[in-house]
């Protein structure tokens, strides 16, 4: 498929219900990657939030519930696979879609993994198109 490759794929088949306004949680401790996405983003026409880490992405998730979390691994504290973990730990926030959005390569982030975390990966440094596509991919009825 020309949307996915090595940098940029879906790893499960859940399905994101099509909503409007479609909430989006860009996570990333680093304050201005997050908040340039978070900005591409709400250009696009999603409603995005960003936290800056991933405590912040766990309270965040819960009180807010987002369609979807695009969730940076390598952050202090509580890092992507930790604030993963405990989200779809919680009931309420199980079933939010995540996207990996690390410089890590695939493989070693699914070398980490313990079950499920992740819906999806991209690597950081693709296009934006290609974190849109993956959404979109997501959902049931794709967005346009």
Known sequence: MPWQSARARIWTGRKIASAEPFRILVVDDNKNAADALTLFLQHDGYQVQAAYGGKEAILRAGSWLPHLIVLDISMPECNGFEAALRIRANPHTSEIAIIAFTALDESDVRRQLSDHEFDAYCQKG????????LLNRLTEDGLS
Request: a neutral charge; hydrophobic letters at 40%.
């Open 126 to 133: 693709e296009p934006p198109t290609k974190l849109i596509a």
